[in-house]
DNA sequence: TGCCGGAGGAGGAACATTTCTGCATGGTGA
DNA sequence: TCACCATGCAGAAATGTTCCTCCTCCGGCA
């Protein structure tokens, strides 16, 4: 009545179309959706009736009534006081890129939340899970969405017993492990750790591996740590892990600049690399190949890990769930170059404790 | 009836809320918005019902009702055949970094978009307007949301007359001349350029400000082009561009990491930076400060324009809006730094058009 | 002729809000 | 004392879907 066709203001409804065609709405909704039993003439009089009305579902509606949105939150806890470490590393870039095309890919988009409680925000969207990277012991953020029934999936082993649905992330310890080992065999007798000064896990993990390593193999630990998010600090800490009496003769470097500190330090006291000095950084970025020298870098597959975690979010969204959480353990990658080549080969095995320079 | 309370599936309404507090729903709707007229004592009542309760508003229904979902969605034009370059060049992940964060101030969450025209995802997620960054001439895309009467602001001058709510954009044109005319100061004779075989905006008005400036100077251009989204090719492209016959004394690249490749592929030819060979290139990224030399770089201030673009179009969303689209110019910053260095005073104002190798 | 069953489609409730309208109630000025 | 108004709040429409239920044909069969 008076508003079957041309209402004037907002858009074509799915009541326009049904009018148009001459068939209810339930007919329209069946048509479109590709439901009810409709013979094919019908459905696609139908839709062409709504191309031509240039008709768009409303996006709400359809939320409202199936209880669906088709989207998944994204929050990076953040380190600083900048509200988005988000690209702060590539890590992270790389991690949102992929998770963003693996939601894509079957249908979701996402969403990017802060990780700070601000209500008015995350309730204002509505969300049918989310992926949180990197969460705190017990944030509050997550066990909120836990509590309404939201799945939430991490990239990061949670700690402190997160109720989460699932979880995806490397094994931390066996990449510093090994690494620790590669530099080792390729002659190191001193490694150094530029670390952070942050109480995430990846840098707790990473750590307390080099720490194991060094007690196992009987050398005293060597390291500095600074505020991850600074990039200054992190310039300012390379310099003083190389300005050390007890100057490490190789270097493990936490975070994707670390490389290029580390090398520019190295300069600055005079070290060639990797002959005075091996590196290896965990890196990212492809700028380390073109370095002088190349520089090994570890890295951590972040583009497999998004995809892994929206794959589990999706599924537990969709109600392929499985028993309990899913974890998913990711293999790093060292990517090998000359600044971690072993110097000369017959060093190998020599013992640590050779007094700093050189 | 039957449902007043404590209902069996799902979470709490303001239905429950209004019950338990003992009041309408609309008393209820009014206190936790700051609505309509209420003495304060019912107000906090209201509030401390919904908290104990854990009432959350639904998303999807405040949409349906008002119209608006607080969500805007943010699109990069795919270069290669990768979905999202999104994060490919710094600038972008910085860009995206600001832009979530301008909205997040005003209230509102991003939404990160493909760009091809995926008709299921586009339509089912409810967008208040729409980011989008360096639209090709005439997009689909685009159009169909202006269409469609959203708001829509894009990150580049749209080119095609694209009907726009506004964009914002550097001079390309000014910062390319511009750093052309500081190479030539440093006592460049015969400048290249490496440049991609795009058609975006971007790499159109700096490519053709670099042929003009040529002409104005009576240089003979030297450039090489490559596809910018594929890494390998751009240190490639830098090789051959230092290969040939007509070898540059110096180089401007127009993409983030063309800087190390140029500095690798120097090293190739045992050229030395700056002396034999100046160089600079666009990139928002920090590792140029630390290279062995640094490089000097041209920023675009991606944050800037991401919160320019994001402010822009809140502004049309809520309806403060002006006549006409708005355009912004966001001034470019030249880091110099070593590698464009004048590498001997006096050379400043000879004439061009030298033979070739220095 | 009467009944049955299935194909095709219509009606309407439900989703959870916001907001317009309107109804009491009590105080105040004339 | 009465009209009037501000205050405090409730009722109900409206938002645009989806989907469950039901109705109406119409042909076939006994």
Redesign the interface.
């Known amino acids: 009545m008076s508003r079957s066709t041309g209402r004037r203001l907002g ?1 074509a409804g799915i009541r326009d179309v049904a009018a148009a065609a001459g068939v209810s709405i339930t007919t329209v909704s069946d048509a479109l959706n590709g439901k009810g039993r409709l013979p094919d003439a019908t459905r696609s009089h139908v839709r062409e009736v709504a191309d031509r009305l ?1 008709y ?9 009534r199936t209880g669906k ?3 998944i939150g994204l929050t990076v806890t953040t380190y600083g006081d ?3 470490t ?2 702060e590393f ?1 890590y992270f ?2 991690m ?2 992929a998770a ?2 693996a939601a ?1 890919a079957r ?8 990780a700070t409680s ?1 209500h ?2 995350w ?4 969300l049918d899970g989310t992926v949180v990277i990197d969460p705190a012991d017990g944030d509050p953020v997550v066990t909120e969405l836990v ?3 939201l799945p939430v999936v991490s990239d990061g082993r949670p700690g402190g017993s997160l109720p989460v649905t699932g979880w995806v992330d490397n094994d931390h310890e066996a990449a510093v492990l090994g690494l620790l080992d590669h530099l080792a065999a390729a002659g190191a007798r001193r490694i150094g750790l530029l670390t952070g000064t942050t109480t995430d896990t990846y840098t707790r993990l990473s750590t307390t591996a080099y720490l194991q390593w060094c007690e196992r193999v009987g050398q005293d630990p060597v390291y500095e740590s600074y505020p991850a998010h600074d ?1 200054c600090a992190g ?1 300012v800490a390379a310099d003083r892990l190389l300005a050390r009496p007890d100057r490490p003769d190789a270097v493990y470097g936490l975070f994707d ?1 670390n490389g ?2 580390l ?2 330090a190295a ?1 600055r006291y005079g070290l060639r690399v990797p002959d005075d000095l091996l590196l290896v950084c965990c890196s990212e ?3 380390y190949a ?3 020298p190349p520089i090994t870098t570890l890295s951590l597959k972040p583009r497999r890990i998004g995809t892994a975690v929206v794959q589990i979010l999706i599924d537990a969204i969709e109600g392929l769930a499985t028993e309990g959480p899913v974890e998913q353990v990711i293999p790093t990658d060292l990517i090998v170059r000359t600044s971690s080549q072993r110097r000369s080969p017959r060093t190998t095995v020599s013992p640590p404790r050779g007094p700093a320079g050189d």
Request: net charge positive.
């Open positions: 858009r240039g768009r579902p409303s996006a709400a509606a359809r939320t409202l949105s088709g989207l900048e509200p988005f988000f690209t590539p870039a790389e949102a890129r963003t095309s894509l249908g979701y988009a996402l969403v990017i939340l802060p601000r008015d925000v309730s204002n969207v509505a509590r309404h029934g990039p310039a600049p290029t500190d090398l520019a300069r970025s492809t700028v073109t370095t002088e």
